[in-house]
T-cell receptor
Framework: RKEVEQDPGPFNVPEGATVAFNCTYSNSASQSFFWYRQDCRKEPKLLMSVYSSGNEDGRFTAQLNRASQYISLLIRDSKLSDSATYLC??????????FGSGTRLQVQP | DVKVTQSSRYLVKRTGEKVFLECVQD?????MFWYRQDPGLGLRLIYF???????EKGDIPEGYSVSREKKERFSLILESASTNQTSMYLCASRSGTGALYGYTFGSGTRLTVV
């Protein structure tokens, strides 16, 4: 079983929609988490970190549920430019982070 | 902003060649990492380094080695390239551990072994 699991999608949503992705993790030592965004054939870029119950940054809200061992990312008022792959990442306190395989989002006009 | 620079965006090499992928970061980060990314498999850790001349194997080190002679530079070496090493290679650096310290990635090297 992978340490960080994500639904690969694709999630196809219209502009303006609200979309949510879930990510589950199996290592209870995971201390904090990150969401990265990766555009096609580009490197991943940090979207936000998640370390307590969650946090919000504009249209993006990340939530952490330690009891059920999942993290969610909610995107409100989707834009065409939000089309990308979203990577869920776990930090267990080791130097290296553990990545999920990503969830692909396609926002349609 | 931290900058992580990978020397080549695209490389084509022949089977059996020794291949060097270079990565340089400009913010004095202690930790540097090499990943490969393949469709359906996500990012897989090859090697990482937490100090000059220090290295640790990741999840898939076979067929690779690394070198860190200076803090800012971390090189990935394919000792004898094979077609199954065709992949996107991503270098990353990180200054510490914890929620404040995500990775910064280089722009990647897409390697094709023929």
């Amino acid at each position: 079983r992978k340490e960080v699991e994500q639904d690969p999608g694709p999630f196809n949503v219209p502009e303006g929609a609200t979309v949510a992705f879930n990510c589950t993790y199996s290592n209870s030592a995971s201390q904090s988490f990150f969401w990265y965004r990766q555009d096609c054939r580009k490197e991943p870029k940090l979207l936000m970190s998640v370390y307590s119950s969650g946090n919000e940054d504009g249209r993006f809200t990340a939530q952490l549920n330690r009891a059920s061992q999942y993290i969610s990312l909610l995107i409100r008022d989707s834009k065409l430019s939000d089309s990308a792959t979203y990577l869920c990442v776990s930090d267990t306190g080791r130097r290296a982070l553990t990545f999920g395989s990503g969830t692909r989002l396609q926002v349609q006009p | 902003d931290v900058k992580v620079t990978q020397s080549s965006r695209y490389l084509v090499k022949r089977t059996g060649e020794k291949v060097f992928l270079e990565c340089v970061q400009d913010m004095d980060h202690e930790n540097m990492f090499w990943y490969r990314q393949d469709p359906g498999l996500g990012l897989r850790l090859i090697y990482f380094s937490y100090d000059v001349k220090m290295k640790e194997k990741g999840d898939i080190p076979e067929g690779y080695s690394v070198s860190r002679e200076k803090k800012e530079r971390f090189s990935l070496i394919l000792e004898s390239a094979s077609t199954n090493q065709t992949s996107m290679y991503l270098c990353a650096s990180r200054s510490g551990t914890g929620a404040l310290y995500g990775y910064t990635f280089g722009s990647g090297t897409r390697l094709t072994v023929v």
